[in-house]
């Protein structure tokens, strides 16, 4: 099985602030998708953001963006202008050849 | 509009009971999967389907069935052979060459065992 770590159980942020969320996960292919997704109190699983392991250019969802090093294997998410509405739980995703695998998660918190 | 539907939203199991959790999309994608979820952690992948009548085990198998007879449809089945049962069960799709789209998450069954 693929292996997706997130080393970060939870963080906090202060609304307004910025956030760095940490994801490594390990592949001997060259090809793949990373997503981040997000699961609210709701527990509904919401796409935030995704890449392309092809693609150099580092992927941005209006305040959310990614740091994707490819040769560190490495795929963090970046949140910026933090909300109230940001706090969640966090999952990194790997995905090839359909298969797709979850990190552990890291729960956001927002203090006002 | 398209997505998922997850049935029950709760369910409740007797211990040696078999429970089927329903899983049906309308999106016209190709693949299906099954995740089960416990607290506080992430995703675990049970079964998923790539194409009609075709499934593959997951990392977490033992203990659940799967079909796939109609592409809309992908059943899961609690067998009593799972020791463990209780925890978030989550449905997702996506479409076959569409992969880095993302997939379509269902809204959960949660299993409890009584």
């Known amino acids: 099985a693929q292996t997706v770590t997130q080393s970060q159980p939870e963080m906090s942020v202060q609304e307004a602030e910025t956030v760095t969320l940490s994801c490594t996960y390990d592949?001997?292919?060259?090809?793949?998708?990373l997503f981040w997704y997000k699961q609210p109190p709701s527990r509904q699983m919401i796409l935030v953001i995704r890449?392309?392991?092809?693609?150099?250019q580092n992927a941005t969802e209006n305040r959310f963006s990614v740091n994707f090093q490819k040769a560190a294997k490495s795929f963090s998410l970046k949140i910026s202008d933090s909300q109230l509405g940001d706090a969640a739980m966090y999952f990194c995703?790997?995905?090839?050849?359909?298969?797709?695998?979850f990190g552990a998660g890291t729960t956001v918190t927002v203090r006002a | 509009d398209g997505g998922i539907t997850q049935s029950p939203k709760y369910l409740f199991r007797k211990e040696g009971q078999n429970v089927t959790l329903s899983c049906e999309q309308n999106?016209?994608?190709?693949?299906m999967y099954w995740y089960r979820q416990d607290p506080g952690q992430g995703l675990r992948l049970i079964y998923y389907?790539?194409?009609?009548?075709?499934?593959q085990k997951g990392d977490i198998a033992e203990g659940y069935s799967v079909s796939r007879e109609k592409k809309e449809s992908f059943p899961l089945t609690v067998t009593s052979a799972q020791k463990n049962p209780t925890a978030f069960y989550l449905c997702?799709?996506?479409?076959?060459?569409?992969?880095?789209?993302?997939?379509?998450f269902g809204s959960g069954t949660r299993l409890t065992v009584v």
């Open positions: 997702a799709s996506t479409s076959v060459g569409r992969e880095g789209g993302g997939y379509t």
């Open positions: 592949t001997s292919e060259s090809d793949y998708y």
């Open positions: 890449q392309e392991a092809y693609k150099q």
């Open positions: 995703a790997y995905s090839n050849d359909y298969k797709l695998s």
């Open positions: 999106l016209n994608h190709d693949a």
């Open positions: 389907s790539q194409i009609v009548n075709d499934f």
